[in-house]
C-alpha cells in the first residue's frame, strides 16, 4: 500500500510540474549562478558545443542581403 501512494504522489508531482515547467524553468534560472551553472553544464556534452557554434558562427555564412 505504502509503494502505491508513493506512486501516485510522484505521478501527480510530475504531472504538477509538466504543468507548471515554464514557472519552474524560470525560477531555477533567474538567478544568475544557477543560469551560469546550467550554461556549463549545457556545454560541457559533447555535441551541444559544436552545434551551438555552428548556428551562431557558420562555417559559409550567407551573403549579406
Known amino acids: 500500500m505504502r509503494k ?24 531555477l534560472l533567474g538567478n544568475a549562478l544557477s543560469r551560469q551553472l546550467f550554461v556549463s553544464a549545457l556545454m560541457n556534452i559533447p555535441g551541444v558545443k559544436s552545434r551551438m557554434m555552428n548556428l551562431v558562427f557558420p562555417k559559409n555564412p550567407s551573403p549579406a542581403s
Open 4 to 27: 502505491v501512494l508513493s506512486l501516485v504522489l510522484l505521478g501527480f508531482g510530475g504531472y504538477y510540474l509538466f504543468q507548471k515547467r515554464y514557472r519552474v524553468l524560470n525560477l
